[in-house]
Each structure stands twice: as structure tokens, then as C-alpha cells.
């Protein structure tokens, strides 16, 4: 049930009607229904799945806090049983058809052996909340609940099902014990957030979409088809995440609550390490916290035995593989994940961490031209159907085939460019006309007005090129 389909649209007026309506006391445990009606949905067995998953955690962390020569047995548990989860839901697509072939060689029946499962939704997220609310228990950084009502609704949230952000207790659980009461200042929050989730999605991200499908499909791209390709799905894959998490939190604020903000400029970005502080925030913010930070002090109390190139290199490098293995089962996860942390690896050789920028306008520029070519081919990597689709491509296609190529891909440049101006012009205006009330007006009007056009035209004709 994605947050743009009329299903969904549907089912959250009416909930909304219900929960600011019912008695505060019974708003939690309907957050919860709802939030359980959503993930159960597309497959009635996901809820099994979360409710157990969830009551599990539950008891390990009033075990932690109750039982302090038990608490690292107990935090262990959890944190084995929750990788565990989901490694087997999403490494079991990367082995099942071995495993099917294998029992079907076998005169076996594969699908009887469930090579073929469904992924839990939101899997990927709320295993993340869960394990930090066990590893903040633990530290004493966070007091447990003993509300299970509140902390399965912590869990389960529905705002964030699809794309976060990934909230911690201390963030939203706590606005969970608290009381909520309706005020318009909840609209006057969420309508904008609304607006630009589904202006990116329906006009941007569906329709450029098409184009980057069109390329990323060919057996055989042009290098030039390639950046193409890659300057396309650059452009799709930040508008349509972020439009989930734009209406993620309009969804929210509509519910009383305040979440994270997910994505803040990344492409202006001048370091890798700038990029992830821009990028997913909430998922930046808890693989800093809980694997590069925990690594680095583990290293740095035996640096006599590592030496300090080390202590700078593994962090990060061990961080960026792990966020690729949750992006993603297949090895082109794994290597895009590096690949980051081989760049960010490389800046800080350079000099240049983080929030680096040099003084001159002129160096700045190329900063970030350089930054954002090596941005592109990250999601070139990501994008790919194989590595050795990608392989072959880099190392044996022409630059281009034929003129016509050279036609059609400035053809569809000019598109992506003129699906990218409304980005663009948000960002100028926000950054340059913050206070400027009447163009913020026409810009989210002529954001409607585009909405309502494409909503039901996700895919024009005119987007499609014969290459």
C-alpha cells in the first residue's frame, strides 16, 4: 500500500478521523492497528513476523535493565536474532534460485521448499529501531518501557514503513508517552511536506523513472548511454526517496508528531563524508553511532598493536560495506558500499574531511564538479544490473554507436534537465528567498497543478526513445 496509491489515501483519512476523534488514552493502540493494517497489507504473515519480533525485544530489554550480569547475554541475543532476520529475508533472494535449480536437479519441487518468499516490508527499518533501542538500554542511554502498547508503536510506525527515517526511542518513543491533542499547526507543517512527496514522486521520480529503466535495461549501452543513464537515475533516486520521506513526515505532524529530517542538499556536497551527512540522515546518524564511532574506539584502545593509517582506513571502510549489505543483497551492494568508503578513506588522506571547503569560489566549484561525477558513478554502481553488465560496459563499449545516439541522448537530457529545474528552484528558493512567502506560494501551486497532471500518466509516451 504505497503513499501515493488511493488505497492508501483512503484508509489514512479515515484513520486520522478516528484517532484525533477517540479518547487520548486508546491513540497509541490505534496507531498500532493502523500501523499493522499497513504492513499487512500485501501479506498477512508479515504482522506475525513483526508482533514477534517486537515482543521479543521487549522482554530482552527489561531483561538488560533488570538483570545487569545478564545484560550483554541479553543485548547479544537481540542483536544476533535481529541481523539474523533480516540477512535470512534478504540473502535468501540472493541464494534461492541456486537453491531452486539444486532441488529442481534434484526432481524436487523448489517452490515447495519456499525459494520464493515475499520481504517483510519495512523490514530493513524497523530491525535498525529495535537494535538501538537495545544497544541505548544497555549503555543506560535510554530507560526501557514497560508500555509494550507504545513501543510497538514506536516499531511499527507506519509514516516510516517504506523509506524512514529511522527514528530513535529517544526521538519518537517518547513523544509516543506523551499526550497529543489536534491544533492546525499540525496542517500547517504536514501540507507542504505533502505536497513536495507527491510532486517528486508523481512528476519526477515515475517519469525519469522510464528513462533511466530504458538504459540500465539495454544488454549492450554506449558509454554515452551510460552517463545518461547514470545522470538520470541520480536525479529519480533522490526524488524518489526523499518524497517518501517528505510525506513520511507530513504524514507524521498530521499524527502529532515530530520526526526526523532525512535529506539535507546531499548533491551540493563537496567530501564523501560530507555527502553521508547530507544523505539519509537518520541511517548516516545510526551507522556512525553504532559501528564506525564503537569500531574506532575499539581500534584506538589498541593502537600500540594497529598503526594510525589503519585506525583511520577500517572505520570507515568496514561502515560503508555494512550500509551496502542493508542496501541491497548482491555483491554490487557490497562493492558500492566500498566504494564509498574507499573515497571517504582517500579525502581524509587529502585532507579533506568532512565539512572541508576550500576558500576560493573557483576551487569550490570544482570540489564539488569532482564530488558529483563520483556521486553519479556511485549510483551507476548501485543501478546496474550486474557488475559484469557493468564491466563489460566500461571496459569494451564504444563512447557511442552511432549519431543518432548523440541525438537521442541529448533528447533525453534536456528532459532529465527540465525534470530537475523544480529541485533546483526549491533549492534556490530556500536557500535565497526563505522569507519570501508569495514565491513559495506559486512555487507549491504550480507543484499541484503538475501533480494533478501526471497523476494518472506515470508513463507517457513521449518519455520513450528508440535508441
Given amino acids: 500500500m504505497s503513499f501515493t496509491s488511493y488505497d492508501f489515501i483512503v484508509f489514512f483519512l479515515v484513520f486520522l478521523a478516528a484517532y484525533w476523534l477517540a479518547p487520548a488514552k486508546f491513540r497509541n493502540a490505534l496507531l498500532l492497528l493502523g500501523s499493522y493494517i499497513v504492513y499487512g497489507w500485501l501479506a498477512g504473515w508479515h504482522v506475525v513476523v ?244 564503537p569500531l574506532r574506539r575499539f581500534l584506538l584502545k589498541n593502537k600500540t598493536r594497529v598503526s594510525e593509517f589503519w585506525i583511520q582506513s577500517i572505520p570507515p571502510l568496514v561502515t560503508m560495506a555494512v550500509s551496502g549489505l542493508w542496501h541491497g543483497a548482491g555483491w554490487k551492494f557490497i562493492i558500492w558500499g566500498l566504494y564509498y568508503g574507499v573515497l571517504i578513506v582517500l579525502y581524509q588522506a587529502l585532507g579533506a574531511r568532512g565539512e572541508w571547503k576550500p576558500k576560493e569560489k573557483i576551487k569550490q566549484f570544482f570540489a564539488w564538479l569532482l564530488m558529483f561525477a563520483l556521486i553519479v558513478f556511485g549510483w551507476i554502481i548501485f543501478r546496474a544490473i550486474s557488475l559484469d553488465w557493468l564491466w563489460q560496459t566500461l571496459t569494451h563499449a564504444p563512447f557511442a554507436r552511432s549519431p543518432q545516439e548523440w541525438t537521442a541522448s541529448f533528447i533525453l537530457l534536456v528532459m532529465v534537465g527540465f525534470y530537475a529545474l523544480p529541485l533546483i528552484l526549491k533549492m534556490m528558493l530556500d536557500l535565497y528567498a526563505e522569507k519570501n512567502l508569495t514565491l513559495h506560494a506559486l512555487y507549491y501551486t504550480a507543484a499541484v497543478l503538475l501533480t494533478i497532471l501526471f497523476i494518472n500518466s506515470t508513463s507517457p509516451d513521449f518519455i520513450y526513445v528508440q535508441f
Fill in 50 to 293: 513483526l508482533a514477534l519480533a517486537t515482543a521479543l525485544d521487549y522482554f530482552l530489554a527489561l531483561g538488560i535493565a533488570a538483570r545487569k550480569d545478564k545484560a550483554r547475554l541479553f543485548l547479544w541475543t537481540g542483536i544476533i536474532l535481529n541481523v539474523g532476520l533480516l540477512a535470512f529475508f534478504k540473502y535468501y533472494f540472493f541464494f534461492n534460485e541456486s537453491l531452486a535449480n539444486a532441488l529442481n536437479g534434484m526432481g524436487l519441487n523448489g517452490d515447495a521448499f519456499f525459494t520464493k518468499i515475499l520481504l517483510p516490508l519495512g523490514l530493513s527499518f524497523y530491525v535498525l529501531k529495535k537494535i538501538s533501542y537495545l544497544l541505548d538500554v544497555e549503555r543506560g542511554t535510554f530507560k526501557p518501557t514497560r508500555d509494550f502498547i507504545a513501543y510497538a508503536a514506536y516499531v511499527s510506525f507506519f509514516p516510516q514503513v517504506f523509506s524512514g527515517p529511522i527514528d530513535r526511542p529517544q526521538k519518537l518513543l517518547t513523544q509516543l508517552y506523551a499526550p497529543r491533542a489536534w491544533k492546525m499547526e499540525n496542517f500547517y507543517q504536514a501540507w507542504t511536506l505533502l505536497v513536495m512527496g507527491f510532486f517528486k514522486k508523481m512528476f519526477i521520480a515515475n517519469t525519469t523513472q522510464i528513462i533511466a529503466g530504458q538504459i540500465f535495461e539495454l544488454e549492450e549501452p554506449s558509454l554515452l548511454l551510460l552517463i545518461v543513464g547514470g545522470l538520470t537515475y541520480t536525479l529519480q533516486i533522490i526524488a524518489d526517496f526523499s518524497s517518501y520521506t517528505d510525506l513520511s513526515r507530513g504524514l507524521a505532524h498530521l499524527l502529532g508528531f515530530e520526526t526526523t529530517e532525512n535529506f539535507n542538499r546531499p548533491y551540493l556536497a563537496l567530501t564523501p563524508g560530507e555527502f553521508w551527512n547530507r544523505w539519509h540522515i537518520s541511517l548516516s546518524a545510526w551507522l556512525r553511532d553504532y559501528i564506525f564511532f
